[in-house]
Nanobody
Framework: QVQLVESGGGLVQPGGSLRLSCAAS????????MGWYRQAPGNKRELVAS???????NYGDSVKGRFTISRDNAKNTVYLQMNSLKPEDTAVYYCTADLAPSIESDYLHYWGQGTQVTVSS
């Protein structure tokens, strides 16, 4: 059973920083793209950032220059460093990963359970 387990959310003041982590566990053959989405109340889920297994990264326009995505392939973990946080960054942040369960399988898309990030004074 593949699981994505997130950690690092919480309450932070505007201008502050948080670092999210997401580790993939269970049995799988390989991981391709890992990333983060977020969803605020009343809004659609949106891409925050993604990173391929060759470390090529992609960012949503609203977070460029403030957030940095990285990964540790040896630990099957993706990170999101969030700096200069704004109240509009408040949302549930979801980890995602494209994993191949076996060498014969196509990549399947998995989601974490979500972690709350609240930016407020």
């Amino acid at each position: 059973q593949v699981q994505l387990v997130e950690s690092g959310g919480g309450l932070v003041q505007p201008g502050g920083s948080l670092r999210l982590s997401c580790a993939a566990s269970g049995r799988f053959f390989s991981i391709n793209v890992m990333g983060w989405y977020r969803q605020a109340p009343g809004n659609k889920r949106e891409l925050v950032a993604s990173i391929r297994n060759d470390f090529m990264a992609n960012y949503g326009d609203s977070v460029k220059g403030r957030f940095t995505i990285s990964r540790d392939n040896a630990k099957n973990t993706v990170y999101l460093q969030m700096n200069s946080l704004k109240p509009e960054d408040t949302a549930v942040y979801y980890c995602t990963a494209d994993l191949a369960p076996s060498i014969e399988s196509d990549y399947l898309h998995y989601w974490g359970q979500g972690t709350q990030v609240t930016v407020s004074s």
